[in-house]
C-alpha cells in the first residue's frame, strides 16, 4: 500500500482495512478475485462481536477497489480488470448523533487531561477535522486569526479573532511542555502528536466517562454539533470548510430543526 497523499489518520484505516482484506482475499491470488467474491464479502463481514459490519466493509471495499484501478495500470500486474466494479456496496445512514453541550461540558469538566480540554475549546470553536487539529502549531497564528490550508480539500481557512478564541489559543500555548516544541499538541518528545496516540488519550477518556454511566461520543461529533449549532447551513458551510452544502446538510446539521406551531 502506498502513501501517497493521504493523512495520517487515513493511512491508520488503511492499514486496519488491509489486514481484513489479506485475511479474507490474501489466499486467493489477485488474479482469482471475481465480483461474486467481492459482492459476498459485503454481505457477510461482521465485526469481533459477529454483528454485522456494512460500513466498515463499504470502506475495505473501497480500498481493494483502489488497489487493483493502481494494479491495472502497472504492466508488472497482469490486472485485465478491477472485481470490485459493478458491485453495489452496502447502504450507508448519515451519522444522526447531536452532542448535547451539557454532555461536552460533563466530559470536558470530570474526565479530561488539561492539554485535552483546550483540543476541544478549539475543535468546538473550529469544526476542524482531526489531522487538521493535529497539524496546528505557532505558524498558524497571524496577527489576522488562525490561518490553515485544510488536508482533505486543501482549502484556506481564516478563523478572524474573537474572544473565545483568542483565550482558547492562550490556554493553549500556555500548556506545560517537557520539551519545546511549534505544535499546538505534542508528544511527549516535543512532536506533533499522532493519530495513534490521540486516538489512545480519547479512548482513555471516553472510557472513563462511559463507565461513569453516560453515554458515549465520537471526538467527529463535535464537528458534527459545531455544524449543527451554526447560525444556518450557509454558516456552517462556511466553517467546516465544504465545497458544497450538500455534505453540510447531510452529515452535519443534526440538532432537531426549530418549527413554529401551526398556531
Known sequence: MRAGKRSPRTLEGNELEVKTLKLVFGRMGYANVTRK????????RTDRDG???????????????????????DPQFEVAENPCYGVRRNQESPRTRYLQTVELQRFVRGFTPRWLRCYILLKRLTGL???????????????????????KTGKALRFSWTRSLRVAIDSILALPRPVPSLYFF????????????????????MNAYEASGHERFWEHDIRGKTGSDASSLARAQELLGHNSNSTTSRHYRRAPASVRPFK
Do not use: C
Open 37 to 44: 467474491h467481492v459482492a459476498a464479502f459485503l454481505r457477510q
Open 51 to 73: 454483528k454485522p459490519a456494512p460500513v466498515r466493509a463499504n470502506r475495505e471495499a473501497a480500498l481493494l477497489s483502489s488497489a487493483y484501478a493502481w494494479a491495472m495500470g
Open 129 to 151: 477535522r482531526q489531522g487538521d487539529m493535529l497539524k496546528l502549531g505557532r505558524q498558524n497564528v497571524t496577527s489576522r486569526g488562525l490561518e490553515i490550508k485544510t488536508g
Open 186 to 205: 505534542t508528544s511527549r518528545y516535543g512532536t506533533q502528536l499522532s493519530a495513534f496516540g490521540f486516538k489512545s488519550a480519547w479512548q482513555r477518556a
